[in-house]
């Protein structure tokens, strides 16, 4: 069975530009969430997604959003880009919430 | 965000040494989970524990859910050079932990480096 697959796997941006990252979860799986990774903040959680219905969000701005697809596949975005939202954006899947969760190998964002 | 208590931060690694980490909470936990980390990846799951007291392996690696659900630890044994890596330990807290209800916190990880 297929893991979890994110694209694109690297990204460079500049101030102010906004972002599209792809996550593709393991078939037959239906909950999805997103975390953002930095050396200083370690593994933070952004939002999850199950039956393309947001569950839960993370205490992030309202710039960072995201969506969930009938074939569960999800997307997140991120507009008016800062320096600090350069990090390594990690997509996990799981059958439903609070299952476990199986990580995809992430998009590296740099914002210059 | 709120994160757990994962010791130690790093440590150095001999080739056939045994390697503890582990990982406390102030609120209880759900769930308990390893992850392992290589650089430029994402995180891959090595063990899931699930009730207290569990003690569960996976080849050379150990795992066990707290009695208190309050606490976990791993244990690596005769470690090898492809166990460098960053653990990390994570868990679903049974109630709102820090407005985090439901969502999957993790410790600030654990850097296995080889000694030089």
């Known amino acids: 069975k297929a893991g979890v697959t994110q694209t694109p796997r690297y990204l460079i941006k500049t101030r102010g530009q906004q972002v599209t990252l792809s996550c593709s979860p393991i078939?037959?799986?239906?909950?999805v969430s997103w975390y953002q990774q930095t050396p200083g903040q370690g593994l933070q959680f952004l939002f999850e997604?199950?039956?393309?219905?947001?569950?839960n969000k993370g205490n992030f701005p309202g710039r960072f959003s995201g969506r969930q697809f009938s074939n569960s596949r999800s997307e997140m975005n991120v507009s008016t880009l800062e320096l600090g939202d350069s990090a390594l954006y990690l997509c996990?899947?799981?059958?439903?919430?609070?299952?476990?969760?199986?990580f995809g190998p992430g998009t590296r964002l740099l914002v210059l | 965000g709120q994160q757990l208590n994962q010791s130690p931060q790093s440590m150095f690694i001999q080739e056939g040494e045994d390697v503890s980490m582990n990982c406390t909470s102030s609120?209880?936990?759900?769930?308990w989970l390893w992850y392992k980390q290589d650089p430029g990846e994402g995180p891959v799951l090595l063990i899931a524990?699930?009730?207290?007291?569990e003690l569960t392996s996976n080849g050379r690696l150990t795992a066990q859910f707290g009695i208190t659900r309050k606490d976990s630890f791993l244990n690596i044994s005769a470690s090898i050079p492809s166990d460098v890596g960053i653990y990390f330990c994570?868990?679903?807290?049974?109630?709102?932990?820090?407005?985090?209800?439901?969502?999957?916190?993790f410790g600030k990880g654990t850097k296995l480096s080889v000694k030089p």
């Open positions: 996990a899947s799981s059958t439903g919430p609070k299952e476990t969760q199986y």
């Open positions: 078939s037959g799986h239906r909950s």
């Open positions: 997604y199950f039956s393309e219905t947001q569950r």
């Open positions: 609120s209880i936990f759900n769930t």
């Open positions: 524990l699930y009730k207290a007291g």
């Open positions: 994570a868990g679903h807290p049974s109630m709102n932990y820090g407005g985090s209800q439901g969502n999957l916190i």
